[in-house]
């Protein structure tokens, strides 16, 4: 996996070893006759997970009992349907990545980590920059053309402006971040999209 840890373009190569999979995956099907996306890039706060870690939470996070913990004991976790769309995309062999504007990139590899996320995605940007960058980065490395990129964030602001670039991009309301119902229809909408692009 590739890491930029600024907007310089710093990588650190990581090597995949275990991934979590949700039980529900082996059960979920990929849409019928559906084109799968070349990558889904996800943001991590308000989408992955319901905060902005480098606001409300307090590094450096931990294992405490079996729970991921920061700094003041409080418990860390991802939103209900995070591990069921992850496992899915790593069954179908969908490539994924993060794009987050958060500074703290130490601080958010390290949640990944414990959190049992960080081997899942094959690329993380995460610096203070605009989506647009980190989305053409992740197209520099990987190789995917921005049609071919289904993004999801909470911002609109993020939205409209990767959406600019040709990609997917679907907003994900801050109380739910990235649902089951949400992603499986965005797979709907990015095929959409890609047969009216042609």
Not at 11 to 30: C, E, G, K, W
Not at 83 to 97: D, G, K, N, Y
Not at 112 to 119: A, H, S, T, Y
Not at 146 to 173: H, K, Q, V
């Amino acid at each position: 996996a590739v890491v930029s840890t600024q907007s310089t373009g710093k990588r650190i190569n990581l090597r995949m070893t275990n991934v979590y999979v949700s039980a529900n995956a082996f059960s979920d099907p990929f849409p019928a006759n559906k084109r799968k996306p070349g990558i889904v890039i996800f943001d991590l706060d308000f989408t992955i997970w319901p905060y902005w870690a480098d606001c409300h939470l307090d590094p450096p996070f931990r294992m405490k009992n079996g729970r991921v913990v920061d700094q003041r004991g409080e418990e860390v976790t991802i939103y209900p349907d995070g591990h069921r769309i992850l496992s899915f995309c790593h069954r179908h062999e969908i490539p994924m990545a993060v794009a987050s504007a958060s500074p703290e990139t130490e601080s958010y590899m390290q949640l990944l980590g414990l959190l049992g996320l960080r081997d899942s995605f094959v690329q993380f940007e995460i610096y203070r920059t605009n989506k647009k960058r980190h989305l053409t980065k992740i197209k520099s490395e990987q190789g995917v053309d921005f049609r071919d990129m289904l993004f999801f964030d909470d911002l609109w602001d993020n939205i409209r402006s990767t959406s600019e670039l040709g990609a997917t991009s679907i907003y994900c309301p801050s109380r739910n971040g990235v649902t089951w119902q949400l992603f499986h229809d965005a797979l709907i909408q990015h095929d959409a999209r890609r047969k009216h692009a042609k």
